[in-house]
């Protein structure tokens, strides 16, 4: 079963049942999901398409769906999903979270990666770290929780037909083509949300006053267009916004917004590799900053700031794997991350891993509940 949002202007979701085959490989295999995507039908009717995730390291898992299911509205899903959950497979015991860097840890890494900052070597690096904890709900739940709770939130997927089951919760879109049409929405700048109006009023202030939060933001917009730049044609790329604020469960964002034409010979896989991995989950200049956050970085990230979505003829989208919840072998693991420029705080950008935290702790603890 898959779940992929369309990120078009109406919104909603595709919903595949069982895939017919798939596909997967590395980063050297795409030659494959090229080939398929030639063979694809054209007939909207029967909307085949490739859904599946892709990690950071540029491994993809596609299945081929013969068709794809549209739900129009986030309602309209959630009732079909409500109705496949297992109640029984949930368990009492509220779960234990464990991560593999702590704040000092953390913190440490935070210094390190001003030092490269201050040298040259980077301008902004996103730097990650890991929470697992044992876990023997029903993924479905998850799925539930996050439609239900995940205000703002159109980047909710769901996978459980590749090797291991993914529950994301994504606030960012990665990428979208029509046609030949390119867009993408990169997100930073983090700010917490609670119930209480005047303290949202001075973090909404304190975000949009925020040098650093404007400066990363801005590096990123100008990595994206670089990145478009290899694919699309000459003069066709444009910023139409270049700070907006976006709200969702507990935090609040800035985003801007990247679009361009793309280019004869590129197709959407090119379109799709000429940017991946995203500029927000990795920092600029790209390469670097990818080296070092496998140097500095406990583990390797896996699924984690690679990509969720879908191929059709049509067209593409992606949802950034960022609030992402992997599942296997009765263990949940999920990752937060937080931008490091010169102007960071260690502490503070531990503070804010912390705060994306607490959406998805909490979806883990509400569907362990009987």
């Not at 694809?40 to 950071?56: I, M, S």
């Not at 970085?297 to 593409?316: D, V």
Request: aromatic share 12%; net charge positive; with cysteine.
């Amino acid at each position: 079963m898959v779940v992929v949002p369309s990120w078009n202007k109406q919104g909603g979701f595709y919903y595949g049942e069982k895939p017919l085959f798939a596909v997967q490989g590395d980063i050297h295999c795409w030659s494959k999901v090229k080939s398929l995507l030639r063979e694809l039908p054209q007939d909207a009717e029967r909307n085949p398409g490739l859904a599946g995730h892709v990690d950071f390291d540029g491994n993809f898992w596609f299945g081929f769906y013969p068709q794809l299911q549209f739900f129009k509205r986030k309602k309209e899903l959630l009732g079909f999903v409500q109705k496949k959950i297992n109640s029984k497979n949930h368990c009492s015991a509220p779960p234990v979270f464990v991560s593999d860097t702590d704040r000092e840890r953390y913190a440490t890494m935070v210094l390190q990666a001003k030092d490269y900052i201050a040298s040259g070597d980077i301008y902004v690096i996103n730097l990650a770290r890991e929470m697992t904890c044992p876990w023997e709900g029903d993924p479905l739940a998850l799925l539930g929780f996050f439609l239900e709770e995940g205000r703002g939130l159109e980047g909710i997927c769901y996978i459980d037909d590749g090797p291991k089951t993914l529950v994301c919760a994504s606030p960012e879109m990665f990428l979208r083509i029509e046609g030949n049409k390119l867009e993408s929405k990169p997100i930073k700048g983090t700010r917490p949300r609670s119930d209480k109006r005047p303290e949202n009023r001075r973090n909404l202030l304190d975000l949009v006053q925020s040098e650093k939060e404007k400066a990363e933001l801005l590096m990123i917009t100008d990595l994206v267009r670089n990145d478009f730049g290899k694919v699309c044609a000459y003069g066709s790329i444009r910023v139409p916004h270049l700070r907006r604020l976006s709200s969702h469960p507990h935090l609040y964002h800035m985003h801007s917004k990247v679009e361009g034409i793309i280019a004869f010979p590129y197709d959407k896989v090119d379109a799709f590799l000429a940017n991946f991995p995203g500029g927000s989950v990795t920092g600029t200049p790209k390469k670097r900053a990818i080296e070092l956050i496998r140097q500095l970085e406990i583990h390797p990230r896996g699924s984690y700031s690679g990509a969720i979505g879908y191929f059709k003829a049509a067209g593409a989208a992606f949802t950034m794997a960022i609030r992402l919840v992997e599942i296997e072998e009765k263990k949940a693991r999920f990752w937060v991350g937080s931008g490091v420029t010169f102007d960071s705080d260690p502490y503070a950008e531990y503070e804010e891993t912390e705060q994306k935290a607490i959406f998805i702790k909490t979806a883990l603890e509400n569907c362990t509940k009987k």
